[in-house]
């Protein structure tokens, strides 16, 4: 029966820390958007990812007849 009088603030306190973290979230905008990375996820966008220009080539990559001017 003692163990009921230190479980019972304790679960008070916890109980009271979860509200609070809840409603930082929901302040913080954590629940906004919902349905947004639901259906982001079955959006194919990684074609671009994959087909991809090198940048710049290395200077000794560059050959004499192109137009490039080596650094």
Do not use: C
Request: charge should be negative.
């Amino acid at each position: 029966m003692e163990v009921i009088y230190t479980l019972i603030p304790g679960m008070m306190f916890l109980g009271l820390l979860f509200f609070a973290v809840l409603i930082w979230a929901v302040k913080k905008g954590q629940y906004e958007d919902m349905e947004g990375n639901a259906s982001r996820i079955l959006l194919d966008d990684d074609d671009d990812m994959m087909i991809q220009q090198p940048k710049d080539p290395h200077p000794e990559d560059i050959k004499d007849g192109d137009s490039k001017k080596s650094i």
